[in-house]
Nanobody, 124 residues
Framework: QVRLVESGGGLVQAGGSLKLSCTAS????????MAWYRQVPGRQREVVAG???????NYADSVMGRFTICRDDAKKSVYLQMNSLNPEDTAVYYC??????????????????WGQGTQVTVSS
C-alpha cells in the first residue's frame, strides 16, 4: 500500500519562509510525477507546483519566483520551498504522486495518491 507523509507546515509571518516535505512509502516501482496542491475552504484544490521524472518543474503563476519544488528519487521525496509568503498562501497543502507499482501479471498498476495535508498559515 502506498502512503504519502507530509511535514513542514505551520504558522509564519508575511514575508517569511517554510519548507514542506513529502515522502512516499510502499512497494513502488517509480513515481513519474510529484506535485503540491493547496486548498482553501470553499474553493477547489489547485496545483501549486509539479515536477516530472523526465522534465523540469512547473509552477502556478501565483507562486512563480517565490516557491521552488524539487524531488529526491532515491528518497521517494518531494519538497516545496516557499519564500516571501503572503496571507493569500494560507491553505492546506497536499502532496500528490503519480505512482507506478511493480509488474503484476501483464501490466504495471498506476494510480494517483495523496498525502493527508498540512496546514500553512501566513499572518499579516
Amino acid at each position: 500500500q502506498v502512503r504519502l507523509v507530509e511535514s513542514g507546515g505551520g504558522l509564519v509571518q508575511a514575508g517569511g519562509s517554510l519548507k514542506l516535505s513529502c515522502t512516499a512509502s510502499g512497494d513502488i516501482f517509480s513515481i513519474p510525477r510529484m506535485a503540491w496542491y493547496r486548498q482553501v475552504p470553499g474553493r477547489q484544490r489547485e496545483v501549486v507546483a509539479g515536477i516530472a521524472i523526465d522534465s523540469g518543474p512547473n509552477y502556478a503563476d501565483s507562486v512563480m519566483g517565490r516557491f521552488t519544488i524539487c524531488r529526491d528519487d532515491a528518497k521517494k521525496s518531494v519538497y516545496l520551498q516557499m519564500n516571501s509568503l503572503n496571507p493569500e498562501d494560507t491553505a492546506v497543502y497536499y502532496c500528490y504522486a503519480d505512482v507506478v507499482l511493480p509488474l503484476v501479471g501483464g501490466g504495471w498498476p498506476r494510480g494517483d495518491h495523496w498525502g493527508q495535508g498540512t496546514q500553512v498559515t501566513v499572518s499579516s
